[in-house]
């Protein structure tokens, strides 16, 4: 439910950064979210498509980079990604962990179609 | 003609900087707070009336209540035992965030309060997002909710400071597996500082409140 909040910051920052690039159209998204931050995309996807209406980033494409976790083994120094369930080392068993990644949450670059400079009376 | 924009921003960056605004209005009247952080049931408003109850003597206290229904059921209860109490009702959001308690605190007696409680929507997922401009994240598990919590909501246990363990009085009656359950938490947020107490009896409260005092004379001082 969180994801209502989050996807209007999205929008919030791709239309300031649009702006500031003189887009008349924002065309794709990218996001990258880790796979612990709790963030779901098919409900930001789904927030998204209602509160973009009528704005110039209605018909963006969001695209979705998923970072699996990654955990370090502050005892055997093994480096290994979680697909599911948090595991202790699967080399040595020790809980003495460290999370590497898997938490992002963020924007990375928006692709924006700019507004051509007015072209008067081209030659014929 | 098409152009790729590089951002890297991170989508919360607006509510922490609200956040952080937060943080200086508490630091400049030295107020120690704390974000309550829990699943519905877990004891958070009954933790917050045991703290009341039992607070070291010279620590002035204000709460602010965060209830995603109209209500004020948690912050009546507050108010019967005669601390200040604000009231946010979030109108369905699952959790709260920094612009509403930026409000709420605006609306408290900052000079008069030594520790803000802040007790959060009942929820384990959202409200672990956003920074309130807290000192100090909380997350009240609580015995029958089960030993998997770590392991199912791992995000909550990441950025907290305090670790409470509610409703020890329940353990003999029910199948909760305390060493996985910390062994969960330990590989989440290793060495995180944990009270076991319960909230009926009592049972555990001197240490959390060793701790509380310690935390606001540090503020003070």
């Not at chain 2, 989508?11 to 630091?27: F, T, V, W």
Request: include cysteine; charged fraction near 25%; glycine fraction near 6%.
């Amino acid at each position: 439910m969180h994801e209502l909040s989050v996807t209007e910051s999205i929008l919030k920052i791709v239309l300031q950064s649009a702006q500031e690039n003189d887009a008349e159209e924002v065309t794709d998204i990218n996001l990258t979210i880790g796979t612990l931050s709790s963030i779901i995309d098919d409900s930001v996807q789904f927030y998204w498509d209602h509160i973009s209406k009528g704005t110039i980033a209605q018909n963006a494409k969001l695209h979705f980079n998923r970072v699996l976790a990654t955990l370090k083994c502050r005892d055997c120094g093994l480096e290994y990604k979680l697909d599911e369930e948090l595991i202790p080392c699967p080399a040595c068993n020790s809980i003495n962990l460290e999370i590497i990644s898997g938490e992002e949450f963020q924007i990375d670059h928006i692709e924006i179609r700019i507004k051509e400079v007015e072209k008067n009376e081209t030659t014929r | 003609m098409k152009q790729r924009v590089e951002i890297v921003k991170r989508i919360m960056d607006s509510n922490e900087q609200l956040a952080q605004q937060n943080q200086g209005k508490l630091d400049a009247k030295n107020v120690f707070a704390i974000n309550i952080m829990a699943s519905p049931g877990a004891g958070k408003t009954s933790f917050i009336l045991q703290t009341i109850g039992r607070l070291p003597e010279g620590i002035r206290m204000g709460v602010i209540e965060g209830d995603t229904a109209p209500v004020t059921i948690d912050s009546d209860k507050i108010m019967a035992v005669g601390m200040p109490v604000v009231q946010i009702n979030t109108g369905g959001e699952c959790h709260l965030d920094a612009n509403q308690v930026g409000l709420a605190i605006d609306e408290l007696e900052l000079e008069d309060i030594d520790l803000l409680l802040i007790e959060n929507v009942g929820n384990l997922i959202c409200p672990a997002g956003f920074a309130l401009g807290q000192h100090a994240n909380i997350v009240i598990a609580s015995t029958p909710e089960g030993a998997d919590k770590p392991y199912k909501y791992p995000n909550i246990y990441r950025g907290i400071d305090v670790l409470i363990i509610n409703k020890t009085d329940l353990l003999p009656y029910i199948d909760f597996d305390m060493d996985y359950f910390r062994e969960g938490v330990e590989m989440l947020n290793p060495g995180l500082k944990t009270f076991a107490v319960s909230c009926k009896t009592g049972e555990g409260f001197e240490d959390w409140l060793a701790w509380l005092e310690e935390k606001v004379n540090e503020t003070r001082a």
